[in-house]
């Protein structure tokens, strides 16, 4: 025992092979470059350049190798073995494989100088260090302006978590990879979730372990990128390392002290209160629960020796469900069970010496698992429950397989004439299939089975794009000028499921698709229960749908330095769809430095969204249960005649205006960054409320529909400050506050002859406000010496409010009934905050050990636990969400 302590202590206390190498990195004409890359080949240890262009790095290998990268420059490779100071001299030129900065068609620009904000992003690094698994958890606690909180109770949302950019629709922020159109996922958010009525993208499809960094351009650039970008656009860049197997195994899990007696407050038997009277899980009471492995590898290697490269990301994630206090009709409330493994690669290839080959993309499936509402015991007011299927009732399981793939491939080339062009393809595809679990369909009576295909939809996209790019440097001090043209097609499926998913079943045990001559199916209490897989509905062969469109888009961009301090851009993009016709935007934006440390930046641009093939063609009946009564409810797609009965009209784009005004400051190793932002939404597109169309004979008492509902206004106001500070030649200490501040305004409600109230009342608009709150906070600091580090960050979310399910049960038509209502159903989760800390050791060169905890004080949105919250918990998923106090520890290996 003696004898491994001292080991223990030996490898510990005494650094191996390390050495501290400083220097300063300058372009050719001798300023200082801030933000280059340097980082020691076959490791994963790095850093970047400060303010001033210097760099501090302590070496872990034997015969070090230090590689230095800035997008616009070419990279270099120096030798540092028995040196401790290196100064580099960086030449402009295009890295292969290396992407513009977002926001900008220019080789030649970087996230410092750009006249938009950009925060970029080391989302590997976050991995590694806070012990979070997926990227929208990372963003939410790293991206101030980035919101997304997983879901419980939500359906297809606690498969796919919606998320959002400065409190829009998730579906109002464009997301790129290396620069190319990601394609959306095929879900569209309907039930008990934040972003209501919009498809987003699937940020957690791609692995965090392929990701060098994450850039995200806080502006509008629809005239730049096309559809989507109202809100801002998150452009993923991949790795392009070509050195070696670097990976790790992280382990986590969640406590389940939520605090407090719940049971004893509500008077009532409360499930999975601090881990105990858990009815679901089969193992019994729990302290701990959502234990989560992740193993990441990512292996890269040169190809010939003019800069080509092969770079592979293997991901694999398993994690438990959580479970949380509920009532008797929510044993099941907590965030889903997922079992996931991804592959990406990227990849760059020499054709001479003026062009390339680029190839990248990836495939992951997902398998999920989320309980939906319980179903309590069989009666005539619990027509849902088969007395001899489940005699003490039950909880259905939505699962859920979803298969995420794309491919990019592309030519770069240099022509004589000096203008860069790029001519690529890139291919999309979704597809998320329903397997409903633990159910029955209560119209088959004893004879129904427990498991159901309910169906799936899927979306696919292509993209051929040509670019052309040149940049002038004896025009000015410098004109960047691009053009290009790009053609889309999209294609959405919906797929019905089995017949007993979606069919109501005569008293022979026979799909009833004639009332008029079919009895149905009365049970023991003299009830005819609906049909249908109980938890969610499938698909029936009428809501299959094969849509596709296309749409072709031009633009042309401009960037011209007027003077070493001052940057005027300008773009202009027409697009032309298929499907609801053309559209024209513009952006102009500027920076000026008024001092060398201080420079003041703004924009304006039009922008818009082109409603999504789903939002078009999605179509669904479900049963909804209102007052305690099982309603049969029609999601009706927007072409249908149900929807032109209602006056609901044809979707057409989104139209936006965005204005931004900002100013950055650097001085020494502190920076500050301010950026104010108005976005104007006209004709939103939401999911309205409930209508009675109870005589109209469309199987169906209620319905619902999308339309261009709402128009809005966002303010708000993004502070970002950092500051670093060398303490020795070893050590670093490092300090950031970064806030985004939000106030979002529905101006009008485009209703038209219909009540208001029903159209898309103050349930509905809660959660449109509500998508993000109305200001988010985080400070971090961290402290870094020879081998050790430690991190710490302190998050504040402001508070949220909610109107409850009470305006479902009971909804209002008058504004008098709205008045009552508030007083009772309007929750409010007051401001609070989290805290998360992390300590990393560099064993060796080859292993880093990292232990840490998020939300280290286990704290949850402050419960209202009245039975109202709309996904049925103890709160609703808002602020830092529903699952607490979560440990970890991760190996990282560098070979």
Do not use: C
């Not at 994963?44 to 190798?65: A, C, H, Q």
């Not at 032309?576 to 934006?589: E, I, M, P, W």
């Amino acid at each position: 025992m003696k004898n491994l302590i001292l080991l223990v202590f030996i490898i510990f206390y005494f650094p191996l092979s390390s050495q501290v190498v400083s220097g300063l990195v300058q372009d050719n004409t001798g300023l200082p470059l801030i933000g280059v890359s340097v980082s020691e080949k076959g490791t994963s240890n790095g850093t970047i350049t400060d303010i001033d262009g210097m760099y501090f790095l302590e070496t872990r290998t034997k015969n070090p190798v230090l590689i230095f990268s800035y997008t616009g420059y070419t990279s270099i490779e120096r030798s540092v073995e028995g040196i401790t100071t290196l100064n580099i001299v960086m030449e402009e030129g295009i890295l292969l494989g290396e992407v513009q900065v977002v926001g900008s068609r220019s080789y030649n620009r970087s996230s410092t100088n750009s006249p938009v904000a950009v925060d970029v992003i080391e989302i590997a690094q976050l991995a590694n260090t806070t012990g979070r698994v997926e990227v929208n958890q990372i963003l939410q606690f790293s991206a101030p302006s980035f919101n997304a909180t997983k879901q419980s109770g939500s359906d297809g949302a606690d498969h796919i978590d919606p998320a959002s950019l400065r409190g829009l629709g998730p579906d109002q922020t464009l997301v790129l990879i290396n620069g190319k159109r990601r394609h959306q996922s095929s879900l569209v958010n309907i039930f008990g979730t934040r972003g209501r009525g919009n498809t987003g993208t699937d940020l957690n499809a791609i692995p965090a372990a392929a990701i060098k960094r994450i850039e995200i351009l806080r502006d509008g650039a629809s005239a730049q990128y096309g559809s989507d970008a109202i809100a801002g656009v998150i452009n993923v860049v991949l790795k392009d390392k070509t050195y070696g197997l670097t990976g790790g195994v992280t382990y986590g899990l969640y406590s389940t002290d939520v605090g407090g007696d719940y049971a004893e407050k509500s008077g009532e038997e409360i499930f999975n209160t601090n881990g105990k009277n858990r009815a679901l899980d089969p193992d019994g009471d729990k302290k701990y629960d959502g234990n989560t492995t992740r193993v990441d590898l990512n292996y890269g290697v040169s190809l010939g020796n003019k800069g080509g490269f092969a770079n592979f990301t293997a991901e694999y994630l398993t994690k438990d469900r959580t479970l949380r206090p509920g009532y008797s009709w929510r044993k099941g409330y907590g965030s889903a069970a997922v079992d996931q493994f991804q592959f990406f690669v990227n990849s760059a290839y020499p054709l001479g010496e003026k062009s390339e080959l680029y190839i990248f993309g990836g495939r992951g499936n997902r398998d999920t698992d989320a309980f939906a509402f319980s179903r309590s015991e069989p009666s005539a007011d619990e027509p849902r429950t088969v007395a001899a299927l489940y005699p003490n009732g039950f909880t259905p399981r939505i699962t859920s397989n979803i298969i995420d793939q794309s491919f990019t491939g592309g030519l770069r080339h240099e022509m004589s004439n000096g203008w860069q062009a790029d001519f690529s393809h890139n291919y999309g595809f979704n597809n998320f299939h329903y397997l409903i679990k633990n159910t029955n369909n209560a119209s088959l009576g004893s004879a129904s089975p427990r498991e159901f295909d309910a169906g799936s939809h899927s979306l696919a996209m292509n993209i051929t794009g040509l670019n052309f790019s040149k940049y002038y440097k004896k025009i000015a001090s410098g004109l960047n000028l691009a053009f290009g043209t790009e053609y889309r097609t999209e294609n959405f499926q919906i797929f019905a499921g089995e017949t007993g998913s979606y069919a109501t079943y005569d008293v022979n045990g026979i799909a009833i698709t004639n009332p008029a001559s079919q009895q149905p199916f009365v049970n023991e209490f003299g009830v005819s229960p609906g049909g249908g897989s109980q938890g969610f509905p499938g698909y029936s062969p009428g809501n299959e749908v094969n849509k596709s469109r296309s749409n072709i888009g031009f633009y042309g961009d401009a960037e011209l330095n007027v003077t070493s301090k001052w940057l005027i851009s300008g773009a202009l993009r027409y697009e032309n769809y298929s499907d609801f016709g053309n559209t024209l935007n513009y952006k102009v934006a500027s920076r000026y430095n008024i001092f060398d440390d201080l420079a003041i930046r703004a924009s304006v641009s039009s922008g818009f969204r082109a409603p999504s093939l789903a939002q078009i063609h999605y179509n669904l009946i479900f049963t909804n249960i209102v007052a305690g009564k099982s309603l049969q409810t029609l999601l009706a797609s927007n072409t249908s005649t149900v929807a032109k009965s209602f006056g609901i009209e044809s979707l057409q784009e989104e139209k936006a205006n965005n204005l931004a005004a900002g100013l950055t400051y650097k001085k020494g190793g502190f920076t500050v960054t301010v950026d104010g932002y108005i976005i104007d939404v006209k004709d939103r597109i939401i999911l309205t409320d409930v209508f009675d169309v109870s005589e109209l004979n469309v199987g169906a008492e209620a319905a619902q529909f999308f339309a261009n509902g709402v128009n809005t206004r966002t303010t708000g106001l993004d502070v970002i400050l950092n500051y670093k500070y060398n303490l020795s030649k070893k050590s670093s200490l490092t300090g950031g506050i970064a806030g985004n501040f939000n106030k979002k305004e529905i101006q009008k409600i485009n209703n038209g002859n219909l009540n208001p109230f029903t159209f898309y009342g103050p349930f509905s608009q809660a959660y449109l406000k509500a998508a993000a709150p109305d200001y988010k906070v985080g400070v971090n600091l961290m402290y870094q010496v020879n081998k050790f580090d430690a991190m710490l960050t302190y998050t504040q979310f402001s508070q949220v409010v909610l109107q409850d399910f009470q305006w479902v049960d009971s909804p209002p038509s008058t504004q008098s009934e709205a008045d009552e209502l508030f007083k009772t159903a309007t929750d409010t989760y007051k401001a609070a905050g989290t805290l998360d800390l992390s300590v990393s050791y560099n064993i060796t060169g080859q292993f880093k050990v990292t232990l840490g905890g998020n939300n280290i004080l286990n704290t949850y949105p402050t419960p209202q636990f009245d039975g109202w919250t709309d996904q049925g918990g103890f709160n609703d998923s808002v602020q830092m969400g529903s699952d607490g106090r979560y440990l970890f520890a991760r190996l990282g290996f560098t070979f």
